[in-house]
């Protein structure tokens, strides 16, 4: 546990410290966002199922330090290698990436329309309406373990940390999150918490966090 914290505090200072040397440059982002939404999505919404896992609105610092691990192949992924490398990206173009991604705000419900709307607007809003199904599974036990285990990193509502490298829970693909929940479990993708916790998790207890997660962004 202790050698994981020491690990992450490492992997934070360094992305802080990118984000203080590159600029910051949203058009250059929103360019190479161009490469990123043929999976990824327009907005960053991500697709099929949570095969590629939602972008929109998660910490900068969060998506920067997820960039560098795959780079630096210590997170492993084939279809993100070829996008990760220094080629494709190059280290001073990821806080612009990361910056455009992180600001896209997604709602879950559509607005109220008024009549000076256009079809075209309704269109665009329309895009970036996004909600996950809900979740079968026991939520009492879901909130329980939840607010227990992991409130204090990823938040009360599942947000997340703005400015850190936590990423909110709740608006993520809930396939993505069981997937990477298994990889944590063996070791393969590393976080703060060690990998035993959640080799020890059942099935049906991380079913129950997905479905009090599928009923938080309601
Ligand atoms: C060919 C498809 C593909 C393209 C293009 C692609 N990705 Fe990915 N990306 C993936 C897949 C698949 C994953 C999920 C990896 C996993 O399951 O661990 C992923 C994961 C990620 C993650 C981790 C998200 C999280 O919450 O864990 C980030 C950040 C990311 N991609 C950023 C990018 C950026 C930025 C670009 C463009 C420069 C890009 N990706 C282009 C397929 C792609
Ligand atoms: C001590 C803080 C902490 C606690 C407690 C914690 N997490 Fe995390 N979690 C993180 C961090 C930091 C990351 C980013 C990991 C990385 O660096 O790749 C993360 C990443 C994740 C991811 C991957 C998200 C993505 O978009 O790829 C999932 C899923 C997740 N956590 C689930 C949980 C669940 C479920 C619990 C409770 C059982 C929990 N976490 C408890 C800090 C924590």
């Known amino acids: 546990m202790f ?19 590159f600029e910051i440059d949203l058009e250059l982002g929103e360019e190479i966002n161009e490469v990123c939404a043929g999976c990824h999505g327009e907005y960053g919404e991500g697709g099929k199922q949570g095969e590629y896992p939602r972008l929109a609105g998660l910490p900068a610092d969060y998506i920067a330090q997820q960039l ?96 850190s490298d936590m990423p909110q829970l709740t608006g993520q693909y809930t396939e993505y999150m069981i997937k990477q929940i298994r990889l944590i479990a063996k070791g393969e993708r590393e976080h703060d918490n060690d990998a035993d916790f959640f080799a020890e998790l059942k099935a049906e207890e991380v079913q129950s966090i997905m479905a009090y997660l599928s009923v938080m962004d309601d």
């Open 68 to 163: 560098k691990l795959f780079k630096d192949e210590k997170r492993r992924n084939m279809p993100m290698r070829p996008y990760a490398n220094e080629r494709e990206l190059p280290e001073e173009d990821i806080p612009s990436i990361a910056a455009f991604l992180s600001q896209i705000e997604l709602t879950t419900q559509m607005p109220e329309f008024d009549e000076d709307t256009s079809a075209y607007d309704k269109l665009l809003i329309a895009k970036k309406v996004f909600n996950i199904p809900k979740v079968e599974g026991n939520i009492a036990l879901g909130k329980k373990t939840y607010k227990t285990e992991c409130k204090s990193c990823h938040g009360k509502k599942g947000m997340g940390k703005k400015n």
């Open 3 to 21: 050698k994981h914290f020491f690990f992450s505090v490492l992997l934070c200072s360094v992305s802080f410290a990118h984000a203080k040397e």
